[in-house]
């Protein structure tokens, strides 16, 4: 006569089915992450498959033998799918070239002899916010050059709110900021914001500027993934650090891992400054990825009297520079007029970041 088993022995073959189940949903687990790597090895980067999942939902509820009714079968099922489809797309991520996965060691860019990134000294990046005239780069290059400023800025395509506001001085404004930063030695970084023009951009500039608003151009950020110059990639003022890291991904795609991430503030309730820097998104890329990452702190704070703090606080996060707009007469510029240094402005700036960014004369 069989004994009718006990509660303690039907929780233990309870226990013993749960440890069936776990052995047997790690083996799919392990199994879809082979699937999922075999998908990004064909360059299909789309795991999701709903017609596979709708075809296998409906074999389950066909082969169900009770006693769970089918839309309880379906629901654990799914659950499953979802965790699966998860895995292989974290696999993805840690898998992104950006990634510090990919590459443990930080990278170094050495454009003509400027080096941005690991361990080396942070780099300024200034200048005007737009080109606007032949007299106003000269001084401005002259001023900066003679205080160690290897990299100029200048707009020449510029994004501006209204399309009455000046849009810039186009190839003009190209030309004139290539011979300038050429005749003090220095290395000239400007937007481009049209796919159009990446090629006459790249002829003239050092290094091509993505611009916040076109962080999520993807086609722009193929385009110049193509171009063989490195890119500043500024962050979106709406994008995650995801977006933000992905924005880079499109370019490394590409082939160019000559990519510099720009935090340059995102858009928050705060008004009193112009946008509210993200120190932890600095920390955060700097963390992640590879790439060297530097902060704009004109853009971020649009007022001239938080520069210093927020600039040697970015430093103390580990940026690798400091983007900060100068102007001969920041009064009388034709864009961003409110926030962008004169010299004596600059000077004092640099005084009050102290050492880290006392870079010596032409060095
Ligand atoms: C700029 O650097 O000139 C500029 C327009 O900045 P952002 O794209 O960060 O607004
Ligand atoms: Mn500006």
Redesign the pocket.
Known sequence: MTQTPTIEDLRAEVDLINRELLTLISRRAEVVEKIGRAKTAEGRPQHYDPAREERQLRELEQLNPGPFPAATIKAIFKEIFRASLALEESNDKKALLVSRQVKAEDTVLDIDGVRIGGQERPVVIAGP??IESPEQMEQTAAFLSARGVRIL?G?AY??RTSPYGFQGMGVDGLILGQRVARDHGMLFVT?VMDTRDVDVVAEHADIL???????HNFALLREVGRARRPVLL??G?AATVEEWLYAAEYVLSEGNDEVIL?E??IRTFEKWTRNTLDLSAVALAKQMTHLPVIV?V??AAGRRDLLVPLAKAALAVGADGI?V?VHPSPATAL??NEQQLDFAGYDAFLAGVGAALNVPAGG
Do not use: L, V, W, Y
């Not at 500027?209 to 962080?215: L, P, T, V």
């Open positions: 916010c737009s800025r707009g510029k994004p937007e500027q993505i611009g916040a608003r076109n962080m500024k962050r003022f720009c340059r503030g704009d004109t853009h983007h707009e864009s961003d």
